[in-house]
């Protein structure tokens, strides 16, 4: 049957948080309501990221421009993979940006000069408001950042559930050597514990090797 009105809004706004023609990177599904809504406001400040650097082609502010673009990208992958690890880097882009703004508006107050040079409201109105931007961003991107690496060191991803295998052994492979108890839950310990095939750890003390 064709779809109702409400499931094409409804679908419309899976693929507006969860695109995939541009986005090809498939979700790691959270594990908690706390994860599922913070993967949601990083979506939205990564849309946040884009129309921020979209202002900045208006003012021709390319630099920052660039720096936009970047933390976009790292916001994408960091709420996609859960990777504390971007949201690290996602946080150090935003402090050097609010740098560069805050020493401006330091320099305008030290000189007594103006703080909209050449009466450039609509410039200057963007880049002081971008300065609200990241910091509001800096905050979360913390936030998600304590929740991705708890999430990571007590082993609840699927992957690292799986035994480690595919996500686990790239971003998070040092997280799943520490929470290896889980990862290997439902699995025979013996291999594990002794490294030696069909031998457990009582077997392996009373063992001795052959004389050569």
Do not use: H, W
């Not at 390319?62 to 960091?78: C, E, R, T």
């Not at 990571?152 to 559930?161: F, R």
């Not at 799986?162 to 929470?179: P, T, V």
């Amino acid at each position: 049957r064709p779809a109702s009105k409400k499931e094409k809004r409804k679908s419309f706004s899976y693929k507006l948080l969860n695109p995939k023609m541009c986005c090809p990177l498939e979700q790691l599904p959270p594990p908690n309501d706390k994860c599922k809504g913070l993967v949601d406001v990083l979506t939205y400040l990564m849309y946040g990221q884009l129309i921020l650097a979209l202002l900045r082609v208006i003012i021709n502010d390319y630099q920052d421009l660039f720096n936009d673009l970047i933390s976009a990208f790292i916001l994408y992958q960091g709420y996609k993979m859960l990777s504390y690890c971007s949201m690290i880097m996602y946080i150090f882009f935003n402090f050097m940006t609010c740098a560069i703004i805050i020493n401006f508006i330091g320099g305008c107050i030290q000189n007594g000069t103006t703080l909209f040079p050449g009466e450039a409201y609509f410039t200057y109105g963007v880049i002081y408001g971008s300065l609200g931007f990241y910091i509001v961003g800096s905050y979360y991107g913390f936030v998600a950042y304590r929740e991705f690496k708890a999430i990571a060191l007590d082993g609840s991803l699927p992957a690292m559930a799986a035994g480690g295998g595919g996500l686990g052994g790239g971003l998070f492979g040092g997280a799943s050597g520490g929470s290896g108890g889980r990862a290997y839950q439902g699995t025979d310990y013996r291999d594990r514990d002794t490294g030696n095939s069909g031998r457990t750890r009582d077997e392996e003390a009373g063992y001795q090797p052959p004389n050569l």
